[in-house]
């Protein structure tokens, strides 16, 4: 048989190339990437999105409204319940009001709890009447962090703090508010709200105020009632910081500049420079208001006028701290804030004995090394007095005024002194700094509750410097402040 063989082909020629070995050639520059880098192009990729859309995801989540599930029955809306709920989450859904229907979705049993359940698709929390809102808000906080069961919910009026005073409500605590009085002030008796959970207080506040009716009464005078805003300007230069301090010598020029309100009246205004910033005190009288917003606008038309005049001042900010708000500063303690009030009283020499149970002799040697020696050895700022900051607490949380301004409010000085030939206690508190306002038209009772409240720490100065001097202050305690119940756990 024939045997054909396959023809032998030459090999190419040096200079030649294959098709196949332009993939072979290592040398060549379009040579297939390695399979690592591949991998690592690839990986680097996905997961570079994936955090891209699990970010965007998450954005989403966070700026969208959540789908609530509201457990059936609902109670209607700010219903009372017939007893406290005994658990947190049990109080939780009871106190979730009721909502309108064009909010529920149809309803769908679920098959791992066998109950009823309603999905609600819940609009933007500002569209929604503020119990409804406050309500889930509430659910929304209970199911993440446990703890808001210890806040009242039912009882309060939501939509008069709408736009006011708190945002995102989720309910509200419940302070015990106790009466001090008569306290006989200037001729009138004033009976005193007190707001706080300490024992014993209004009783020693109530005490003080016995002891002052039995004497005939105490007496108050107003020094001064101006509010302050003190803004930081700086300059390129230390000279023209002090050129702006001798314009503002004359305070008339910025008198037109002040009148955004009617009630605004501008007293003076007081510099200080530090290097090339310049702090401008203003006061000003504001009416029956407690004067922060009517003065920081008005400051603020001044610093738009002194802008033309100086056109290289650089307002840094509208409160420099030389005002100096809800702070202990020495400024407010020496120059005074708010209203500036003196209150005395002398009380009769039986009435210390009957009602304060211990001798003038005593009180005026424990105040003078308590409330003088001893504070100023402590380095108080405005603490020369036994507890004036209980007492204007108390009452400014009764009275709807601002707690944190306590802190200057309560500057006192406390002194006392024998007299008609040392039968007689003269006791006097001096108060630099009261700040109030009266929430009705202004030029009503803002004064006169600062003088009120002068009046109340004279009483709650007397009673307790009576009770420290007869050894009664631990006594007293032990027995009326020794409470064990959790008062933010007390719920309506």
């Known amino acids: 048989m024939d045997v054909r063989r396959r023809p032998v082909r030459s090999s190419p020629a040096a200079g030649e190339r294959l098709k196949t070995q332009k993939l072979n050639n290592p040398g060549d520059s379009s040579q297939t990437v390695p399979l690592c880098i591949t991998n690592a192009v690839f990986f680097g990729l996905f997961f570079s999105v994936a955090y891209f859309l699990l970010h965007r995801w998450r954005e989403k989540i966070r700026n969208s409204t959540p789908l609530h599930v509201v457990t059936a029955p609902l109670k209607p809306p700010l219903s009372q319940p017939s007893s406290p709920p005994s658990s947190t989450s049990s109080a939780s859904s009871a106190l979730?009001?009721?909502?309108?229907?064009?909010?529920?979705?149809?309803?769908?049993?679920?098959?791992?709890?066998?109950?009823?359940?309603?999905?609600?698709?819940?609009?933007?929390?500002?569209?929604?009447?503020?119990?409804?809102?406050?309500?889930?808000?509430?659910?929304?906080?209970q199911r993440i962090t446990k703890v808001v069961g210890g806040f009242a919910f039912e009882g309060f009026d939501y939509e008069s703090i709408l736009g006011q005073c708190c945002e995102m409500p989720i309910g509200f605590v419940q302070i015990p508010v106790g009466i001090a009085g008569p306290l006989l002030l200037d001729g009138k008796e004033y009976t005193v709200p007190m707001a706080t959970t300490e024992g014993c207080l209004v009783a020693s506040t109530n005490r003080g105020c016995k002891a002052i009716y039995g004497s005939g009464g105490a007496s108050s005078f107003l020094l001064r009632d101006g509010m302050t805003r003190a803004p930081v300007v700086r300059f390129p230069t230390a000279k023209r910081a002090a050129q702006l301090k001798f314009f503002l010598e004359d305070p008339s020029i910025l008198i037109p500049s002040l009148s955004s309100s009617r009630f605004a009246r501008l007293q003076n205004i007081q510099p200080a420079i530090a290097g090339k910033n310049l702090y401008i005190r203003f006061r000003c009288s504001t009416g029956d208001a407690m004067g922060m917003n009517m003065v920081s606008k008005g400051v603020q038309n001044v610093l738009d006028f002194l802008q033309n005049e100086f056109p290289d001042m650089d307002v840094i900010g509208i409160s420099g701290n030389f005002c100096s708000d809800k702070k202990a500063a020495a400024v407010n303690w020496i120059e005074g804030r708010g209203k500036s009030v003196v209150c005395e009283a002398i009380i009769k020499e039986e009435v210390v004995k009957k009602v304060l149970k211990t001798n003038v002799e005593a009180l005026v040697e424990l105040n003078m090394l308590k409330n003088l020696t001893g504070s100023a050895i402590a380095g108080a700022l405005g603490g020369f007095n036994a507890h004036a900051s209980n007492i204007v607490t108390a009452v400014y949380i009764a009275t709807g005024q601002d707690p944190a301004q306590n802190v200057e409010s309560s500057h006192c000085i406390t002194m006392m002194e024998a007299v008609n030939d040392g039968k007689d206690l003269h006791i006097s508190v001096t108060m630099p700094s009261i700040e109030g306002a009266s929430k009705e038209s202004p030029g009503a009772n803002s004064r006169l509750l600062a003088t009120i409240v002068a009046g109340s720490v004279l009483a709650g100065e007397l009673s307790l410097m009576s009770a420290i001097a007869a050894g009664q202050l631990v006594k007293s305690h032990m027995k009326y402040n020794r409470s064990s119940k959790d008062i933010s756990k007390v719920v309506s």
Do not use: F, H, N, Y
């Open 96 to 141: 979730v009001p009721a909502l309108p229907p064009s909010m529920i979705s149809p309803t769908k049993r679920s098959s791992s709890r066998k109950m009823r359940v309603s999905l609600v698709r819940v609009p933007p929390l500002s569209s929604i009447p503020p119990p409804w809102a406050a309500a889930i808000r509430r659910e929304a906080v």
